[in-house]
């Protein structure tokens, strides 16, 4: 009978010390549930009406607000417990801890992904050379930046390699050079072909007036004169207008005699000549 007395105590007990706390706790809950979603619209219309940030970071922005409300809602309502929020604090500084040393990797990519954020040497959709190569970039992310190829193909780099090096952005101006070179040979006409060059770069509707085209001998090498096509056009014609460029070059060399060099050799023999045949 005494040991019944002392269980239906300690349900007594732990009903009046736990019960009104797992209330407190699920009133919090839903309260701050509430609160969050009301928060996210006004959040969002807030960072919308910012044109200085870019969409990416607008919606990173509001995610990590989103989760840090999360946070806090679970800081507060596990307060309202039998942990100690000073406790808490303390295992998740330790917790940090280990997870720093662990993905040391990943915390560089992201560090420098903060760096992308607010430097902003490159944007979604831009056009960019990385290490040599042209692609288009297609997301930054935390850890990776997302490029695409223009034969549609998906390239990941870490954000470290790419705030690393040396970032050549064509998208930040409105026009771009095209420079297309042609080799001719010695015997040819040289300011005929240049004439040539040149009326094809104007009478194209993609290059512009404004930098004025420039045509030049670039260079004397061992079988061939080379010529230099300088000319401007918007991005978005620039592959176009390249290719229109060369094949009407082309075209317009083939018309008007003007020859072009290809691999030859040209072999000397002593005269007179000894020919003999042999019959097996």
């Known amino acids: 009978m005494e040991q019944i007395n002392q269980v239906s105590n300690f349900i007594k007990e732990f009903i009046l010390l736990y019960v009104p706390k797992l209330w407190g706790w699920l009133i919090i809950l839903v309260v701050w549930r509430i609160v969050i979603a009301k928060l996210r619209t006004p959040i969002h219309n807030f960072l919308q009406k910012q044109e200085s940030i870019s969409q990416w970071l607008r919606g990173f922005l509001m995610s990590m607000t989103i989760i840090w409300l999360r946070v806090l809602l679970i800081i507060i309502a596990i307060s309202t417990m039998w942990v100690e929020t000073t406790s808490l604090i303390a295992a998740l500084s330790a917790l940090w801890l280990a997870v720093w040393l662990a993905l040391q990797w990943s915390l560089s990519n992201i560090a420098w992904w903060i760096v992308l954020l607010f430097f902003k040497p490159l944007r979604v959709w831009e056009v960019v050379t990385i290490n040599g190569e042209t692609w288009t970039v297609s997301d930054i992310d935390l850890l990776y930046t997302t490029l695409r190829t223009f034969d549609r193909k998906q390239v990941f780099l870490p954000n470290s390699s790419v705030a690393s090096t040396t970032i050549k952005n064509y998208s930040r101006e409105d026009i771009i050079r095209i420079e297309i070179e042609v080799w001719i040979w010695y015997e040819a006409d040289i300011k005929k072909a240049k004439e040539i060059i040149t009326n094809i770069a104007i009478n194209n509707k993609k290059v512009l007036s404004d930098p ?3 045509v ?11 010529i230099r096509l300088r000319a401007f056009t918007n991005l978005e014609d620039k592959r176009s207008t390249h290719h229109e460029c060369l094949e009407d070059i082309k075209l317009m060399f083939d018309k008007e005699w003007v020859t072009m060099p290809f691999p030859q050799r040209t072999i000397w023999f002593e005269w007179p000549i000894d020919v003999r045949l042999q019959h097996e």
């Open 212 to 214: 004025a085209v420039e």
């Open 216 to 226: 030049v001998v670039s260079g004397l090498w061992d079988n061939a004169v080379t």
